[in-house]
């Protein structure tokens, strides 16, 4: 859950800066440590800080925290890609798979 919420954290990030829905992001790589603990009833808040712009790689500095803790924290690379080339590279490679 915590890989996912950082995810789609960076994904609204980028969604107002690109050409969105015909430009999308996908997750390259992503380093974090899980420091502490959330129980039920707190709520988690997510921060980013884009660090690189590497052509269409992005890498951003994470944090999370729960209001009592920082929870986790480090890094997460994400890609540009073209939406619809995407889809049809993974629908391809779907069909050859079946």
Same mark, same amino acid.
């Given at each position: #859950?915590? $890989? =996912?919420?950082?995810?789609? =954290?960076?994904?609204? #990030? $980028?969604?107002? *800066?690109?050409?969105?829905?015909?430009e999308q992001s996908v997750g $390259? @790589?992503?380093n974090l440590s899980h420091t502490a603990a959330t129980p039920p009833g707190l709520t988690v808040t997510v921060r980013g800080?884009?660090?690189? !712009?590497? @052509?269409?790689?992005?890498v951003f500095s994470i944090d999370a925290h729960d209001g009592v803790d920082t929870i986790s924290k @480090?890094? *997460? %690379?994400? #890609? $540009?890609v073209n939406a619809d /080339?995407?889809? /049809? /590279? +993974? +629908? %391809? /490679? +779907? +069909? &050859? !798979? &079946?």
């Open positions: #859950f915590m $890989i =996912a919420l950082f995810e789609w =954290a960076c994904v609204r #990030f $980028i969604n107002e *800066h690109i050409n969105f829905p015909e $390259i @790589g992503v800080e884009l660090l690189e !712009a590497d @052509g269409r790689r992005l @480090g890094t *997460h %690379e994400r #890609f $540009i /080339k995407f889809i /049809k /590279k +993974a +629908a %391809e /490679k +779907a +069909a &050859s !798979a &079946s």
